[in-house]
């Protein structure tokens, strides 16, 4: 991940309403979810969720997907790994012997 992709993913995740949708969809997996049912979810209005849905996307940090009349969401776990990857790339690396480097481990 680039410096300025790390920038606009955590811009994106530093508004609470983003950060609560982008949980959301961490937790639906795969899967995703709809529109209408991420609103439900945390007692959005269609138009507010509407905005923030759109940043994430602009972060490339969830993905849309056309179904019908209706549009599902879904986390996008390569850049969310990803983001973690950048974050932590130099981890505890001027303390040798430290346990503090993540796991690698990746999510879905």
């Known amino acids: ?16 309403k983003r ?6 969809l961490v937790v639906a997996g795969p899967a995703g979810r709809m529109a209408g ?3 439900d979810a945390l007692g959005m209005p269609g138009a ?4 923030h849905l759109k ?27 990803g ?3 950048y974050l932590t790339h130099n981890c505890c690396a001027d303390s040798p012997g430290a346990e503090c480097a993540p796991s690698t481990d990746a999510c879905c």
Request: charged share 15%.
């Open 83 to 85: 983001l973690i990857a």
């Open 48 to 51: 507010t969720l509407s905005f």
């Open 1 to 16: 991940m680039e410096t300025n992709d790390a920038i606009a993913a955590l811009t994106a995740l530093g508004h609470a």
């Open 37 to 39: 049912d991420i609103g």
């Open 55 to 81: 940043e994430l996307v602009h972060a490339r940090l969830i993905t849309g997907e056309a179904q019908g009349r209706f549009v599902c969401y879904r986390a996008a776990f390569d850049a969310m790994n």
């Open 19 to 24: 950060l609560a949708i982008f949980r959301l």
